[in-house]
């Protein structure tokens, strides 16, 4: 009986040292001190163009429930804005690939038209 009474004593301690240690004792400012939250060291280079290495070699930083919504979310909008450029210089350089094919074929037409009504 004396060694049960001593077990719940000691079980009533330990939990209320937990419990102080959690809340705190009243003299500091909160229960647990406010930490600076971790953010993405290694973010996209923003003087150059993103290319693949970088992408592999992307980490973001774990926390509770998964990543940082604000690092994905960056990452994200930055390789969606550099997709839309690359898309947007592709579909000028295929249009004025075009445009000088069907302009070199204009101009190979000519002299044959050219020489074909001199005869």
């Given at each position: 009986?004396?060694?049960?009474?001593?077990?719940?004593?000691?079980?009533?301690?330990?939990?209320?040292?937990?419990?102080?240690?959690?809340?705190?004792?009243?003299?500091?400012?909160?229960?647990?001190?406010?930490?600076?939250?971790?953010?993405?060291?290694?973010?996209?280079?923003?003087?150059?163009p993103v290319?693949?290495?970088?992408?592999?070699?992307?980490?973001?930083?774990?926390?509770?429930?998964?990543?940082?919504?604000?690092?994905?979310?960056?990452?994200?909008?930055?390789?969606?804005?550099?997709?839309?450029?690359?898309?947007?210089?592709?579909?000028?350089?295929?249009?004025?690939?075009?445009?000088?094919?069907?302009?070199?074929?204009?101009?190979?037409?000519?002299?044959?038209?050219?020489?074909?009504?001199?005869?």
């Amino acid at each position: 009986m004396v060694m049960f009474l001593f077990l719940v004593i000691a079980l009533a301690v330990v939990v209320a040292a937990v419990t102080l240690a959690v809340v705190g004792g009243g003299d500091s400012d909160g229960p647990l001190p406010d930490v600076a939250p971790e953010r993405l060291q290694d973010p996209l280079p923003p003087d150059r163009p993103v290319n693949r290495a970088d992408v592999e070699d992307l980490r973001f930083p774990l926390t509770a429930r998964g990543y940082r919504m604000a690092d994905v979310d960056d990452a994200l909008s930055r390789l969606g804005a550099e997709l839309a450029e690359r898309d947007a210089r592709i579909a000028d350089l295929e249009s004025a690939l075009a445009g000088a094919r069907a302009a070199a074929h204009v101009a190979l037409r000519k002299p044959e038209q050219g020489h074909g009504e001199q005869q």
